[in-house]
């Protein structure tokens, strides 16, 4: 084993590192699928064979995940100074602690796309930070854009995965280096001076913000709001990941009422306010329900040009 971590085999199983889980029960790709920021994410792999390998900073330090499907069974295991926090959360982060059956789906399209996706989950990472600053660098630019703003800070200011993680994996910057990345480095990424200044804010008061992972959501959203250029937008997206939250429904984004709009109403003009009227049925997982809107594939089709990455305006 090269390098000075040694592997540790997970503890929140209790087959030595198995999960008994039918496979109709736990995707690991839909559940793990959000913490994934774009195909080339430096924390997030998915090998050919379909190991999911996965960096993260715990409040204990950096650890790695694997974790793989085989039968009727999800393996994991984890290295690192985190590895220890990273077994106790590890039930939360594969979405053993969602109750899917909460769901009932009133439409024929959910009906359907639920029976087709039954592994989906919602994961809960007990982390903010690192999905927050991800989603402030989505503010106002495409995703293709903010991906690279993510990737190239990532690989510059965070430090190789520990454990046999493939070649690239990374962990992230802590809080105290996330507030020291200098102004051009910053311009180098491709990164406002609104959002750097945004994110510098929130690694300055970071134990603060990881608090909100154990809060009611809407409590959690109401800590992260505080913060100048966090809004409704970036809090959700965060919660949504970091505390599982199943009705904490994006509000604020450019595409999904108009999704939301056509998938349940043929209307693609739909605003946030048609949007929530919509998922009103589903209170309590509205937030499901989008995801499984998403994931039907039931889109307007395009008639405008791609807009330009200034007129994204989420925050």
Do not use: C
């Given at each position: ?5 040694a592997p540790r ?5 209790t087959r030595?590192?198995h999960l008994d ?11 793990l ?8 994410d430096?924390?997030f792999?998915v ?7 996965r ?19 999800v393996?994991?295991?984890t290295?690192g ?6 077994d106790e ?16 789906p009133r ?6 796309t639920h029976?087709r996706r ?10 903010v930070l690192?999905s927050l ?7 106002k630019?495409t ?5 690279g ?15 046999p ?24 990424a ?6 750097a ?5 929130a690694?300055?008061?970071?134990p603060?913000?990881?608090e909100a992972?154990?809060m009611?959501p ?14 409704p ?8 990941r970091?505390n599982g939250a ?5 509000t ?14 043929g209307?693609?003009?739909a605003?946030?306010?048609t949007?929530?009227?919509l ?7 509205r ?13 307007p ?6 807009l ?8």
């Amino acid at each position: 084993m090269a390098g000075r971590f040694a592997p540790r085999p997970t503890r929140t199983t209790t087959r030595g590192g198995h999960l008994d889980v039918p496979p109709e029960q736990l995707d690991l790709g839909l559940t793990l699928g959000p913490l994934r920021r774009g195909p080339y994410d430096p924390t997030f792999q998915v090998t050919p064979t379909g190991e999911i390998w996965r960096a993260t900073r715990t409040p204990e330090g950096p650890a790695t995940l694997r974790a793989r499907a085989h039968g009727t069974e999800v393996s994991t295991d984890t290295w690192g100074p985190g590895a220890a926090w990273l077994d106790e959360n590890l039930a939360a982060l594969l979405g053993m602690a969602d109750d899917p059956a909460a769901f009932v789906p009133r439409h024929r399209l959910l009906l359907a796309t639920h029976r087709r996706r039954p592994g989906l989950r919602l994961t809960r990472t007990g982390l903010v930070l690192e999905s927050l600053i991800p989603s402030v660098l989505e503010q106002k630019v495409t995703t293709t854009e903010a991906y690279g703003s993510w990737r190239r800070l990532v690989r510059q200011y965070g430090e190789p995965a520990p454990g046999p993680a493939p070649e690239g994996l990374y962990v992230m910057p802590d809080a105290r280096t996330w507030a020291r990345i200098p102004s051009w480095e910053w311009h180098r990424a491709n990164v406002d001076g609104k959002r750097a200044a945004t994110i510098v804010r929130a690694a300055r008061v970071a134990p603060r913000l990881e608090e909100a992972a154990h809060m009611p959501p809407a409590e959690a959203r109401g800590r992260l709001e505080l913060i100048p250029g966090i809004g409704p937008w970036t809090s959700a997206e965060t919660i949504q990941r970091s505390n599982g939250a199943p009705d904490e429904v994006t509000t604020g984004d450019l595409h999904l009422p108009g999704i939301v709009g056509w998938a349940l109403a043929g209307d693609r003009t739909a605003d946030d306010a048609t949007m929530l009227e919509l998922l009103a049925p589903y209170e309590g997982q509205r937030h499901r329900a989008a995801r499984l809107i998403l994931l039907s594939g039931r889109t307007p089709p395009r008639r405008a040009p791609r807009l330009a990455p200034n007129d994204i305006t989420r925050i």
